[in-house]
């Protein structure tokens, strides 16, 4: 009996227990920030599939579950930039900004910036970096960008420094080393600027980098190391025409002035209304006496740049040793009216 | 016939470029003895009238053993002797240049003829190599050194060529004879020069050419002369006369004649005519005076000499002529300018500093080249070659340049000339024009290109004329008829001298120089007439201009006023500067001239001021005037002092101008 009743009690506490486990396994929910982490996981799965446009659906569900999760927002903003719809993606940021979003703000005014810059919106632009700079003073990418906007505003100290700062904070791309030394170059650094570009020609031996190498070299009057990079330029890419303008001008700063014609004639045949070379031919023609060619060029670059005074001048220079005075007079006043005052000098000059 | 024979001897000369040197033996020519032995004759004629130096004599014998045998080294250089001696260069380095094909040994000085014939063709560097194969032991030793000097100077200037335009000035001056000498007056309007031309009972010089006449043009348009017509009264028509220099003006004249061993004479225009000439006799020796300019006052005449003491063959010399008219002793100018080798054909330019001359002691191109000068702060700067092509590895010389220094004129015998030397006109065009090459970059990656890199071409400046070219008629105030004979008087009013004095012609004009950098007055007066005054104060930077005057004169007649141009005062005071010395000196003098004369001295303001005040200070500063006159002389009772104030203006108050113009003294006539 009494091993009955062990039994029965053994096989009691053994249900029992049994029925509780049962009970402490039944499912928790998953919270709401798991789902939104799931579905931004996935939709970031559909991205890199290309995917884009369920992604943002799973985006957008996401969000729906945590508005306070940034991940989310930040993707979507991505997306939406790629896809150029800028409205959307201003308002996807600003909505996580109003949902009081915390993480990755840097990242959030980055990302304003690249939109407001696709937007031309430069005051914006330069505003967004400010913050994120603010927010994160190591955000190299952050500085590279704003170097870029205080170049093109002509402030060429704050892009140095700009460009200073994001390669000591990680960017160490070839660009970021052309463009600084496009800086030194602009603030008469030209040691400073060659030093850069060939670190940029290192990294990347694009025709670009050696072309404006060269041109220091042109202003330090090291003709044949310009010559040379204009080579490389066109090895590099024979296509880039202004690197055959370049070596043209090089040449004919050497009095190889055939040579010269040569480049510019290579450079034209791509880009037949370049007025640079079409005026730098015109000069070539000048300095070796081809008068009839060098008018014809200088007629070819005002008719391709007709407010452009100095060719106006040119144009009468050359006339004037062709004999034609009064058509040289009347090229001289016309560059004068369109404010070269050498050209003024010289219809005064000659007027008798 | 000649024409013929020369034109199958150049022939030859092309044709037979690989040829062998062939003497005049029976195994050269077995089967021609008979003109093997006429050849040897006329080279043995050729050749002795070689020797003797009778070129023209020689090339004929010779060029007939040519004929027989064009390939013998020794006659070649014997022909090359001969026509470089007659000055047929291009046929003369034919000849060389075979000579040399055939044997580069066959005469010790060849190499040196070799060098002078690559300096003419501006091979400099051949040239170099030849004149520095020249025997130590040559006469020509020392002369390759200096022609080397001069191909270093071509090999580095030549790519530098001066801006111009050259043009024969035409048949209305050159003919198929010599042209040469040319000077113009200082506005270019009137040229004259010497020519060889054949003329009504023209007559030979001894050198079987025309003598030397000189003749003029004037200008008749753009850039034309009118025919060329001989001077009166100034060509002796039995022997040499070469003009010279000229004046400003053109009123007085320098002439050089082949009496002795040449000598310098001088003449003046009076009205239309031209005084005979007079030997300059503080300046002409026993040795050779030629080439001749006056100074732009007309007061120092530079002219060059080969006389004992100086620097080498002709120099530069000057004489400056005293108070009293008379031309003083010569001093060389120097070894600044004047070389061991010839100075010749100097001309002093209108601004009163700069000399032109040609020299082949100076670095050149090869010969004679035109150089400048300019003297500065008491001295002649180094002479600065003019650069090719006004200079060429030939002769250049004979140069003169107009006011401006924009046309120069000088003589040269160049293909397409009409024959002979002809007169050449260089229109300088100033320095390179601008240009600058254009180069894009793009700098900033990604961003499209905006930067210029503009390499300007270097410019040579060319000197700008700093003078002011006064060109005037004097005129009856009332008939407007030219005065001729009116006295222009020109001074420093700060240094108050006299700088020059001289005549209107016979239509009433004149044409003065006025250097940059001064104060001028100038007077007029003729007789009969009250006086005119002008004042320039040209500064020193003033460049070129020319001023156009009709200077109108008043009768001395009651009523008359003149208005005192070069009387000043301190600002707002009645105290006379003393650059008013001169022209006070002039109303003095006209005072006295004019005894019963009686007259009202007026001072005037411009409107700034109160009426009481103008009237005030005008007063004052007539009172000056007229005390300055009584201090010297004049009896008070002759004069009157009025201060009118702004109440009599002369010209609107509204402008500076206009104002400066009202500020005056007045001098008038009121009995």
């Known amino acids: 009996m009494k091993k009955i009743f062990l039994i029965g009690l053994l096989v009691f506490v053994g249900a029992n227990c049994l029925r509780a486990q049962d009970t402490l396994k039944v499912e928790a929910k998953p919270t709401t920030n798991e789902v939104a982490r799931r579905l931004y996981n996935q939709a970031f799965e559909l991205y890199n ?83 994120c700079l603010e927010l994160n003073s190591g955000y190299g990418e952050a500085y590279y960008t704003r170097g870029i906007i205080n170049f093109e505003q002509g402030d060429f100290e704050a892009s140095l420094a700009d460009m200073t700062s994001a390669i000591d904070n990680g960017v160490n791309t070839a660009a970021v080393y052309n463009d600084r030394g496009s800086c030194h170059r602009m603030l008469g650094n030209m040691k400073d600027a060659l030093v850069d570009y060939t670190k940029a020609i290192e990294r990347e031996p694009k025709a670009m980098y050696y072309c404006n190498r060269a041109s220091i070299y042109s202003k330090l009057g090291q003709d044949d190391d310009a010559i040379n990079d204009y080579t490389q330029a066109i090895i590099a890419d024979s296509k880039y025409y202004k ?10 700063h050497q009095g190889k002035y055939d040579d010269a014609i040569n480049d510019f004639t290579l450079c034209l045949d791509m880009e037949p209304s370049y007025t640079s070379a079409l005026s730098n031919r015109g000069i070539a023609y000048y300095k070796i006496h081809e008068f009839a060619k060098s008018v014809d060029d200088f007629d070819a670059a005002i008719r391709a740049e007709p407010h452009n005074g100095n060719t106006y001048m040119y144009r009468g220079n050359v006339k004037e040793m062709m004999r034609d005075k009064q058509g040289a007079l009347e090229d001289w006043k016309k560059a004068s009216s369109l404010g070269i005052k050498t050209a003024d000098k010289y219809f005064k000059d000659n007027c008798n | 016939m000649k024409k013929i024979l020369l034109t199958i001897v150049s022939m030859m000369l092309t044709l037979a470029a690989y040829s062998q040197n062939i003497e005049f033996t029976k195994e050269a020519f077995p089967n021609d003895k008979k003109g093997l032995k006429e050849a040897k004759k006329n080279m043995a004629e050729g050749e002795k009238f070689l020797s003797e130096g009778l070129f023209r004599e ?4 010779l060029l007939k053993a040519y004929m027989f045998n064009p390939n013998n080294a020794k006659l070649n250089y014997e022909l090359f002797k001969c026509t470089y001696n007659l000055k047929k260069e291009s046929e003369s380095f034919s000849y060389l240049n075979r000579a040399y094909t055939l044997d580069p040994n066959v005469d010790p000085d060849i190499t040196y003829y070799k060098g002078l014939e690559r300096q003419a063709s501006y091979d400099f560097e051949k040239a170099i190599e030849f004149y520095s194969a020249v025997p130590a032991s040559s006469k020509w030793k020392k002369t390759a050194e ?43 309007r009137m040229i004259y020069f010497t020519s060889r031309r054949a003329y009504k009972k023209a007559k030979y010089s001894d050198d079987g050419n025309f003598f030397e006449n000189i003749f003029y043009s004037k200008q008749s348009g753009d850039d034309n002369w009118a025919p060329s017509v001989m001077v009166d009264g100034i060509n002796n028509l039995k022997d040499h006369d070469a003009v010279q220099g000229i004046t400003v003006d053109g009123r007085k004249m320098l002439i050089y004649r082949a009496d002795g061993n040449g000598d310098l004479y001088e003449t003046t225009k009076k009205g239309s005519k031209w005084e005979k000439p007079k030997a300059i006799k503080a300046i002409n020796t026993d040795a050779h005076e030629t080439s001749a300019t006056y100074s732009y006052d007309g007061k120092t005449i530079y002219f060059c000499s080969d006389r004992k003491g100086g620097y080498g063959e002709h120099d530069i010399y000057r004489s400056t002529m005293d108070a009293k008219g008379r031309w003083g002793k010569p001093e060389n100018l120097g070894d600044v300018i004047n070389t061991p080798y010839d100075e010749k054909s100097v001309f002093a330019h209108p601004d009163g500093k700069t000399l032109y001359f040609c020299s082949d002691g100076h670095p050149g ?31 250049d010389a004979y140069f003169v340049i107009t006011a401006d220094k924009r046309t120069g004129y000088y003589s040269s015998k160049q293909v397409g000339g009409q024959g002979g030397y002809d007169i050449y006109k260089i229109a300088f065009l100033g320095p390179e024009k601008e240009f600058a090459y254009r180069a894009e970059n793009d700098l900033i990656d990604g961003v499209e290109s905006f930067v210029d890199i503009d390499i300007k071409n270097e410019q040579v400046p060319i000197e700008e004329s700093r003078l002011t070219l006064l060109r005037g008629t004097v005129v009856d105030a009332d008939t407007k008829e030219p005065i001729a004979g009116a006295n222009i008087d020109l001074y420093d009013i700060v240094e108050n001298i006299q700088l020059l004095s001289f005549e209107s012609d016979d239509e009433g004009r004149f044409l003065l120089s006025l250097p940059s950098g001064r104060n001028y007055g100038e007077n007029i007066n003729a007789s009969g007439y009250l006086f005119h005054s002008e004042n320039f104060n040209i500064p020193d930077t003033a460049t070129y201009q020319v001023v156009e005057q009709v200077i109108e004169l008043n009768k001395i007649a009651v009523g008359k006023s003149i208005v005192l ?18 022209e006070l000196d002039k109303v003095y003098d006209l005072m006295t001239a004019n005894p019963e004369m009686k007259v009202e001295l007026s001072g005037h303001t411009d409107n700034k001021g109160t009426a009481a005040y103008n009237k005030n200070l005008s007063m004052q500063r007539a009172q000056v005037v007229m005390k300055y006159l009584l201090n010297k002389g004049i009896k008070k009772n002759r004069m009157k002092a009025v201060g009118y104030g702004f109440d009599r203006p002369i010209d609107t108050n509204e402008t500076d101008e206009g104002r400066a113009h009202n500020r005056r003294t007045e001098f008038t006539i009121i009995d």
């Open chain 2, 565 to 582: 141009n070069n009387i000043f005062f301190d600002f707002d005071k009645a105290t006379l500067k003393p650059e008013s010395i001169m």
């Open chain 1, 49 to 131: 599939a290309n995917s884009s446009d369920v992604a943002l659906q799973m985006l957008d569900k996401s969000i729906e579950m945590d508005g306070t999760f940034c991940e989310p927002y930040l993707l979507k903003a991505r997306i939406q930039h790629e896809k150029h719809d800028y409205p959307a993606t201003e308002n996807t940021l600003k909505s996580y900004l109003s949902k009081g979003g915390t993480r990755a703000l840097d990242t959030v005014y980055f990302l304003f910036a690249k939109m407001y810059s696709e937007t031309s919106k430069v005051a914006e632009e330069k505003a967004a970096l400010n913050k």
């Open chain 1, 243 to 252: 690197a055959y303008n370049g070596r043209g001008v090089a040449k004919a």
């Open chain 2, 365 to 395: 191109y090869g010969g004679y080249d035109i150089f400048v000068t300019t003297f500065v702060n008491g001295a002649w700067t180094e002479p600065v070659n003019l650069g090719y092509p006004v200079n060429t590895s030939g002769n």
């Open chain 2, 58 to 61: 020689a090339y004929e014998p």
């Open chain 2, 146 to 188: 200096k022609r080397t000097r001069d191909c270093l100077f071509g090999q580095n200037s030549i790519g530098k060529q001066v801006r111009c335009f050259i043009d024969n000035i035409g048949n209305n001056i050159n003919t198929q004879y010599d042209e040469y000498n040319p000077v113009v007056t200082a506005d270019g």
